[in-house]
């Protein structure tokens, strides 16, 4: 029995059934909700940990303990302050090209008859005009935001939209009520992670759109991965939409084409 008790009162003194101290550790730039997951793999058998406005509580062993604050060195780290560039470049074109010819010389008696002759003789008129036009425009934005946290860059418009509403008299008459105006978005979330000079962005576009029913609205997204450096234009996509026309006859031939290239880029900047 006295072997018994003895053995009872060495297990309790061990550091297993220790009761450690309440370790209160507060917290930089993290949240408890970010580094828990992290450092609970790191603690023994009955240690606990929990968190909340920005403190840790801790308890574990002193050797625990040392491991986490080191831990926590390298993760509890304020999240970067960044600049979301966007830019939307438009480039127009347009090119025509116009070729006619004539001769003047009569033959057999019928004047506006047309053969094939040389060009250098005089009766033989040639005509050839060629027109090129280049537009380009951008546009630049810019929005803050910090690193983890997602940003919706956004191109709204107004429609006009009706929508319904029934009443009754005693008539059993129907009434409408006026159309109004409601916003509608477009645009994407972007949601940037740093790796030294590194950037990943994830990008999901958001797109509404008037629905088939009156008053009602659909909505469309869709989710991708880019990556890039910081300072540097990444591209995100881009629309090209073109326009060619060709004519020709006995005397002339004409050729024109026409059409727009639009691209979207996308930078991100450290704040310091």
């Known amino acids: 029995m006295r072997t018994t008790v003895l053995l009872l009162l060495l297990l309790i003194n061990t550091p297993l059934f220790a009761d450690y101290p309440l370790e209160i550790i ?80 009569p033959i057999g008696g019928h004047v506006n008859e047309f053969i094939e002759r040389p060009v250098e003789e005089r009766d033989i008129r040639l005509r050839s005009l060629k027109a090129d036009s280049e537009d380009q425009l951008a546009q630049t934005s810019a929005i803050q935001t910090i690193e983890g946290s997602p940003a919706f860059i956004a191109i709204g418009r107004s429609l006009p939209v009706t929508r319904y509403r029934r009443y009754r008299d005693r008539d059993y008459r129907d009434y409408q009520n006026q159309a109004e105006a409601r916003s509608i978005s477009t645009g994407f979330y972007a949601l940037p992670r740093v790796n030294g000079e590194h950037v990943t962005v994830r990008i999901t576009p958001l797109m509404e759109f008037p629905g088939r029913t009156p008053g009602s609205f659909e909505l469309m997204h869709a989710s991708t991965l880019v990556t890039g450096e910081l300072g540097q234009w990444i591209r995100l996509g881009g629309a090209e939409e073109g326009q060619s026309r060709q004519r020709s006859g006995l005397s002339f031939y004409t050729e024109s084409d026409r059409g727009r290239v639009e691209t979207l880029w996308l930078m991100v900047e450290e704040i310091r």
Not at 48 to 68: A, K, W, Y
Request: glycine residues 4%; charged residues 25%.
């Open 26 to 105: 507060e917290l930089k730039g993290r949240t408890p909700d970010e580094v828990i997951p992290i450092l609970r793999p790191h603690l023994a058998n009955g240690d606990s940990i929990s968190g909340m406005n920005n403190q840790l509580f801790l308890r574990t062993s002193p050797e625990n303990l040392h491991e986490i604050r080191a831990l926590l060195s390298r993760i509890d780290i304020p999240p970067r302050r960044l600049l979301l560039s966007v830019r939307q470049s438009q480039q127009r074109f347009s090119r025509s090209e116009e070729t006619s010819h004539a001769i003047d010389t």
